[in-house]
């Protein structure tokens, strides 16, 4: 009887898997460089200017449309309207991870989903320990649950950090899930005053789009204007009336995407399928566009000087963002990781070692684009309790991200000497021979 060999706990994976991983971090780095610049202008800009800073965000912009009102300030239409774009991007990473990517099988996906939840669950815990004693502040409970993967990989840039191919795997697959966990809690926990007949239409106008997507898969990948004219006018309304019913409108955003294929269609010499085509071309407005507009009308706050600032973050909802993201997901990610891998009496991979999931636990302290909108969602743009969570989001962002370049940082000797050894094809197959088994 053959015996099975021990379960790998971050392993490699398929070298094409890895490939596609480096191009969707590579990119993602440049976004998150971006969001930076983002955030410490809409700092410097409240804080020299709050008068026009606060203006401008607060300044209203729409109107009435078939009965939805849709008379939004500015900071709200780019938390409702832009982020539906960055998360209809996230839903198309998640079908692609459960349908041809690792979260398909249940093995490889185990360790990056526990992780993922410990991840979340712990902060979370913290949170509430430090607000239980009032209800308004405990809102804020999901605060630190979230992992901003483009700041996160900003940082990685900035280290210069050569993560061998598991962890860089892991860390996109970790984020994934993380996501779907952010896009559960925003849709079951911060929906209000539900309207089933909106929602209803919102279920209608994803069905008509993914009858379009399916059935016109090959016509919509093959014209590049094709998806702008057939599915964007779908997209907008189910966007329209996801706002409308309660749910948060960048929900919409997730459904859309789950109703996109994957795979090209059957018998097709197409290469990607309409989810690779729309990544594509709408990854650089999101990353560009979306998500660093968003982020300086959202992390802009009026601090108050170094004593306004010792006041939030020494408040109970500061120190339960500040440590839930700095300590509970160091904890909570490593934790989770390390238990999943004695239950299954596996072992790391040889190249790696615990210091290194630490380190990409500390990164994983790195809440951003979700916690400020959460924040948001909690206490209400603008409100005092939001800017206490915004100030203590932006700390220990900078905390954890500081702590990950110097645990990571320490690494990089000898994640170059992996990244070497991983480049090597002695053989000349086109594929490296770290990844041949």
Same mark, same amino acid.
């Given at each position: 009887?053959?015996?099975?060999?021990?379960?790998?706990?971050?392993?490699?994976?398929?070298?094409?898997?890895?490939?596609?991983?480096?191009?969707?971090?590579?990119?993602?780095?440049?976004?998150?460089?971006?969001?930076?610049?983002?955030?410490?202008?809409?700092? +410097?800009?409240?804080?020299?200017?709050?008068?026009?800073?606060?203006?401008?965000?607060?300044?209203?912009?729409?109107?009435?449309?078939?009965?939805?009102? #849709?008379?939004?300030?500015?900071?709200?239409?780019?938390?409702?309207? #832009?982020?539906?774009?960055?998360?209809?991007?996230?839903?198309?990473?998640?079908?692609?991870?459960?349908?041809?990517?690792?979260?398909?099988?249940?093995?490889?996906?185990?360790?990056?989903?526990?992780?993922?939840?410990?991840?979340?669950?712990?902060?979370?815990?913290?949170?509430?320990?430090?607000?239980?004693?009032?209800?308004?502040?405990?809102?804020?409970?999901?605060?630190?649950?979230?992992?901003?993967?483009?700041?996160?990989?900003?940082? +990685?840039?900035?280290?210069?950090?050569?993560?061998?191919?598991?962890?860089?795997?892991?860390?996109?697959?970790?984020?994934?899930?993380?996501?779907?966990?952010?896009?559960?809690?925003?849709?079951?926990?911060?929906?209000?005053?539900?309207?089933?007949?909106?929602?209803?239409?919102?279920?209608?106008?994803?069905?008509?789009?993914?009858?379009?997507?399916?059935?016109?898969?090959?016509?919509?990948? *093959?014209?590049?204007?094709?998806?702008?004219?057939?599915?964007?006018?779908?997209?907008?309304?189910?966007?329209?009336?996801?706002?409308?019913?309660?749910?948060?409108?960048?929900?919409?955003?997730?459904?859309?995407?789950?109703?996109?294929?994957?795979?090209?269609?059957?018998?097709?010499?197409?290469?990607?399928?309409?989810?690779?085509?729309?990544?594509?071309?709408?990854?650089?407005? %999101?990353?560009?566009?979306?998500?660093?507009?968003?982020?300086?009308?959202?992390?802009?706050?009026?601090?108050?000087?170094? *004593?306004?600032?010792?006041?939030?973050?020494?408040?109970?909802?500061?120190?339960?963002?500040?440590?839930?993201?700095?300590?509970?997901?160091?904890?909570?990610?490593?934790? %989770?990781?390390?238990?999943?891998?004695?239950?299954?009496?596996?072992?790391?991979?040889?190249?790696?070692?615990?210091?290194?999931?630490?380190?990409?636990?500390?990164?994983?302290?790195?809440?951003?684009?979700?916690?400020?909108?959460?924040?948001?969602? %909690?206490?209400?743009?603008?409100?005092?309790?939001?800017?206490?969570?915004?100030?203590?989001?932006?700390?220990? *962002?900078?905390?954890?991200?500081?702590?990950?370049?110097?645990?990571?940082?320490?690494?990089?000797?000898?994640?170059?000497?992996?990244?070497?050894?991983?480049?090597?094809?002695?053989?000349?197959?086109?594929?490296?021979?770290?990844?041949?088994?």
């Amino acid at each position: 009887m053959t015996r099975q060999p021990a379960p790998v706990t971050l392993a490699r994976g398929a070298y094409a898997e890895f490939v596609r991983v480096q191009g969707i971090l590579r990119r993602e780095s440049v976004g998150g460089i971006l969001l930076l610049i983002a955030a410490a202008g809409a700092m +410097l800009f409240a804080n020299l200017a709050p008068d026009a800073y606060f203006g401008l965000r607060d300044a209203h912009v729409g109107g009435t449309v078939a009965g939805i009102d #849709l008379d939004l300030s500015v900071g709200h239409w780019a938390a409702d309207a #832009l982020l539906a774009v960055f998360f209809f991007l996230v839903g198309l990473e998640l079908k692609h991870e459960f349908v041809v990517g690792d979260l398909r099988d249940f093995r490889t996906a185990l360790v990056p989903v526990v992780a993922a939840f410990g991840g979340a669950a712990l902060p979370a815990a913290i949170y509430f320990a430090f607000n239980a004693a009032d209800p308004k502040a405990a809102a804020g409970w999901a605060i630190p649950a979230a992992t901003d993967i483009a700041f996160a990989l900003a940082v +990685l840039a900035v280290i210069g950090s050569h993560l061998p191919a598991a962890l860089r795997t892991f860390l996109l697959t970790l984020a994934v899930a993380d996501d779907l966990i952010a896009i559960t809690i925003i849709a079951i926990f911060y929906s209000r005053d539900l309207d089933l007949g909106y929602l209803g239409g919102v279920l209608v106008a994803v069905a008509v789009f993914a009858v379009i997507a399916y059935r016109f898969q090959g016509f919509l990948v *093959s014209r590049w204007w094709a998806p702008w004219v057939c599915l964007a006018p779908i997209a907008v309304v189910a966007w329209a009336l996801c706002y409308a019913s309660g749910v948060h409108a960048t929900v919409a955003g997730v459904l859309l995407a789950f109703a996109v294929p994957v795979r090209p269609p059957a018998g097709s010499d197409q290469a990607h399928g309409l989810a690779g085509v729309l990544e594509h071309r709408i990854r650089p407005f %999101s990353a560009g566009v979306a998500v660093p507009v968003f982020a300086f009308f959202s992390a802009g706050v009026a601090v108050g000087g170094w *004593s306004g600032f010792v006041d939030a973050v020494s408040s109970p909802i500061g120190l339960g963002v500040i440590v839930g993201l700095v300590v509970g997901k160091a904890i909570g990610i490593t934790g %989770s990781t390390w238990l999943v891998t004695r239950l299954r009496h596996a072992s790391l991979d040889p190249d790696l070692a615990w210091v290194d999931v630490f380190g990409l636990a500390v990164l994983g302290g790195i809440g951003f684009t979700v916690s400020l909108l959460v924040s948001e969602l %909690s206490f209400g743009q603008g409100s005092p309790e939001d800017d206490i969570g915004k100030v203590a989001i932006l700390t220990a *962002s900078v905390v954890a991200a500081l702590l990950a370049s110097v645990v990571l940082g320490l690494r990089n000797r000898h994640y170059r000497d992996v990244e070497a050894e991983e480049a090597v094809d002695a053989d000349a197959d086109g594929t490296p021979d770290k990844f041949a088994s």
